[in-house]
């Protein structure tokens, strides 16, 4: 009897910490870089090109990309990507009708929805950040 209460016990916070486990997969980039979230369902050649030609202001702002589509998500981070960030990633996009792009700051927090992918305004907006404006004054 003390097994059957202990196995399900441990079921029970399995099963309760589960989600919050799935639903966390960002926090990894918390306070260490930023991220940005894109849908293309289609035009996912010319997104890519804008974000590999983009690169070195990628990397100036500390930027993670995840760019999702119907063939599955690209990154600059492909060793990140997994079936629960995946999932995390189209729950975002999910929350967010209209928007082809959503930038989350370091901190976490939601900074941008963007309605079209422009990497000039999602920089510009970066630029204006706090933590950014540190970053810039830092030799």
């Not at 918390?30 to 894109?38: A, G, N, P, S």
């Not at 996912?44 to 995840?66: C, K, S, T």
């Not at 370091?106 to 950014?132: C, H, N, Q, W």
């Amino acid at each position: 009897m003390h097994r059957l209460c202990l196995f399900l016990t441990t079921l029970a916070l399995t099963v309760s910490a589960s989600p919050a486990l799935a639903a966390d997969q960002l926090a990894q980039y918390q306070w260490q870089q930023r991220v940005l979230i894109i849908r293309a369902n289609e035009n996912v050649g010319a997104i890519r090109m804008m974000l590999d030609q983009n690169q070195q202001a990628i990397n100036e702002r500390d930027l993670v990309w995840f760019l999702l589509s119907p063939s599955g998500v690209q990154s600059n981070r492909e060793a990140d990507v997994t079936p629960a960030l995946q999932q995390q990633i189209q729950n975002l996009l999910e929350e967010s009708p209209g928007a082809a792009a959503i930038l989350i700051g370091k901190d976490g927090t939601i900074k941008g929805r963007y309605s079209e992918l422009d990497l000039d305004v999602a920089f510009g907006l970066i630029d204006t950040m706090p933590i950014r404006k540190r970053e810039m004054s830092d030799p």
